[in-house]
């Protein structure tokens, strides 16, 4: 007992330490105190339960774990990782013209409800869904805060009453990630899963069984972060269309990333289907998310005919996952940089789409210029060196796109010693180790960012 004793006596005050560890941290002083009563009073637990800390090691440990804390608050990281629609790292970035706007928007008030020529309430969102349905070439289109909520509003309009049976092959059950799983999405919308086929084929006749007086539709879903190779088959989406039309009910695709261009025209990489494409092919309805290949912010848009859109907004759900003013905004510069693109294709201000284009001739120059700016001895710890990007976010699984990065290899210290430096830089800079290297892709790194990363390498490679 008297070792206890001891290290009960040497738990720190807590306005003392506070005091102590204010000054060296960001947070506010509030919440450095309430953060350093709960490690207090775990600490005494643990003492009571028979560790015996000294009062420099209780400090210690608090003071790492509040420096944990405070660098978990949301900000700014640079990526070379070289994964372009990185789900930790949040996607994808929006280009300059889409963040001043929504600077413009946030710092004051807008017309979100309001007509302006009339003076009199107007339509929410309405510039951005006539926008939308232009680009996607559709009837009508809309916009929720993300994919999964899109499907699950679009399932809860198309399911009532007795008709709540959705047809789906057994080959797109898919699980996206982050707890996306169509059967548990189908359940929590009040749909009965109807599966059909087997999972590496599903012909039209299964589908065609499967009909009864209670299907409500036939969903589609894009098996964005997998491939299915080998002895496979799926019915034509024009013959699945037409099946659908001939019994009157809509045919519905989750297609997920939603790309607007031709992906292999930007890098040698698969195609990534369309939504401009799934509604030419007959689907009536597609949602995808605003913030994957389109590269705007987190959002879910639906397009397709108008009477189910119409519908799809009428459902009280739509209040619960509607878009507030800076998505809207945001979304509403993506959409129109795109529609000016179609007539000036080489301005685009989409990051996501130009880090996908960027050549390797360019990565490497650039790579030059950062290692050329760093003092000589440290150059010796650093190399440039082939490395393999990808699209990431869940899509197209199947595509690598070759890249260059920076691979260090500190002189002393460990790589892993050398990644937790860099990531405790301001700005963070993450990156991924491979074979003893920690590499750094230019890829997915802004060309104006190239002077940071530099003084960041230096700092955590010097001592
Ligand atoms: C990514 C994805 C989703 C989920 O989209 P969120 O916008 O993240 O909700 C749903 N379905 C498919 C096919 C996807 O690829």
Redesign the pocket.
């Known amino acids: 007992m008297p070792n206890n004793y001891q290290a009960l006596r040497s738990l720190p005050s807590i306005e003392a330490l506070s005091l102590k560890l204010e000054a060296a941290c960001p947070l506010p002083r509030a919440l450095v105190t309430a953060f350093i009563q709960q490690e207090i009073s775990r600490t005494r637990e643990q003492i009571l339960e028979g560790a015996s800390p000294s009062r420099e090691q209780i400090e210690q440990q608090i003071s790492q774990s509040l420096q944990a804390f405070a660098d978990s608050r949301l900000q700014a990281v640079i990526n070379a990782t070289g994964v372009i629609i990185h789900t930790n790292l949040g996607r994808s970035p929006l280009g300059q013209d889409a963040a001043k706007r929504l600077t413009e928007i946030a710092t004051g008030y807008c017309n979100l409800e309001f007509n302006l020529p009339e003076g009199t309430r107007g339509k929410r969102a309405g510039y951005l869904e006539t926008a939308l349905a232009a680009l996607l070439d559709a009837e009508a289109a809309t916009a929720v805060n ?4 899109a ?1 699950v509003l679009t399932l809860r309009y198309l399911c009532q009453g007795d008709k709540k049976e959705v047809i789906v092959s057994r080959g797109e059950l ?1 699980e ?3 707890g ?1 799983r169509i059967p548990e999405i189908l359940e929590t919308s009040g749909a009965t899963l109807v599966e059909v086929g087997a999972t590496n084929k599903t012909h039209l006749k299964d589908y065609a069984k499967a009909i009864t007086p209670q299907t409500a539709m036939i969903l589609k ?2 098996r ?2 997998f491939y299915l190779g080998g002895f496979t088959e799926e019915p034509d989406v024009r013959e699945l269309a037409d099946l659908a039309h001939e019994h009157k009910l809509p045919l519905v695709e ?4 939603g790309a607007m261009m031709s992906t292999e025209d930007l890098a040698p990489i698969e195609h990534e289907p369309t939504p401009q494409q799934a509604l030419r092919n007959g689907i009536d309805l597609v949602c995808f ?4 290949l389109l590269g705007g912010p ?3 848009i639906i397009a397709g005919r108008k009477d189910l859109v119409a519908g799809i907004k009428q459902e009280p759900f739509f209040r619960a996952v509607r878009c507030d003013k800076l998505i809207l905004t945001v979304l509403q510069e993506c959409i129109n940089t795109y529609l000016h693109t179609r007539s000036h294709p080489q301005k685009t201000d989409v990051p996501t789409l130009n880090f996908i284009a960027a050549s390797t001739e360019s990565l490497t120059t650039r790579a030059e210029t950062i290692i050329q700016s760093l003092p000589a001895q440290l150059q010796a710890s650093c190399t440039i060196s082939q490395n393999t990007a990808r699209t990431g ?3 197209m699984p199947q595509s690598s796109i070759p890249s260059i990065c920076i691979s260090l290899t500190p002189e002393n210290g460990s790589v892993t010693r050398l990644s937790k430096r860099l990531r405790a830089h301001t700005p963070a800079v993450v990156g991924s180790i491979e074979e003893g290297q920690l590499k750094l892709d230019l890829r997915t790194v802004f060309p104006h960012q190239d002077p940071v990363l530099g003084n960041a390498i230096r700092s955590a490679l010097g001592e």
């Open positions: 993300n994919c999964a909520a499907l898919v996206i990630g982050g996306f879903v894009h964005s972060n989750d297609i997920g990333s998310s605003g913030d994957k987190q959002s879910g976010g869940g899509t």
